[in-house]
């Protein structure tokens, strides 16, 4: 109950906070607080009002935009690893995101090597059918 509560409250913060319209109030607010300053005389209370807003506001703001970006990295990684999972790619990837930093980059090195090497193989192809196709119109041209 109070998950699903947070959820829907983390979604709409992000989702407003994320909105020009915000930004504006924002600006607003600064652009308020600082012709105000000759009013308060600059004094230390009125600092104090922009300080200790920003402070929590940013405060907050932290926790929510954390929750939705973890939300959204394991919503993406779920629909990767289904991808995987219903493909031809292998399915020992499913999960690597538990795995180490050096565990994870020993497989991308891996993986970088393996392309690298499909990458040659599909060029050394394309030459010899490059090869193949100039001596084929050779020998076309000498009949």
Do not use: Y
Not at 41 to 57: E, K, M, P, R, Y
Not at 65 to 81: E, M
């Amino acid at each position: 109950m109070i998950e699903k509560l947070f959820t829907r409250v983390a979604n709409c913060v992000a989702h407003l906070a994320g909105m020009p319209p915000t930004f504006a109030v924002c600006v607003l607010i600064v652009v308020v607080w600082a012709a105000t300053g000759p009013l308060f005389g600059f004094s230390d209370t009125w600092q104090l009002v922009i300080n200790t807003g920003t402070t929590i506001i940013t405060f907050l703001m932290v926790f929510l935009i954390q929750n939705t970006q973890n939300r959204d990295g394991a919503a993406i990684q779920a629909k990767l690893d289904e991808l995987i999972r219903v493909g031809r790619a292998q399915n020992h990837f499913i999960g690597i995101e538990h795995l180490t930093e050096s565990e994870v980059e020993e497989i991308r090195d891996k993986c970088e090597a393996a392309a690298k090497r499909h990458d040659r193989k599909i060029a050394e192809m394309a030459a010899k059918k490059a090869v193949a196709g100039k001596a084929g119109s050779k020998k076309k041209a000498a009949a």
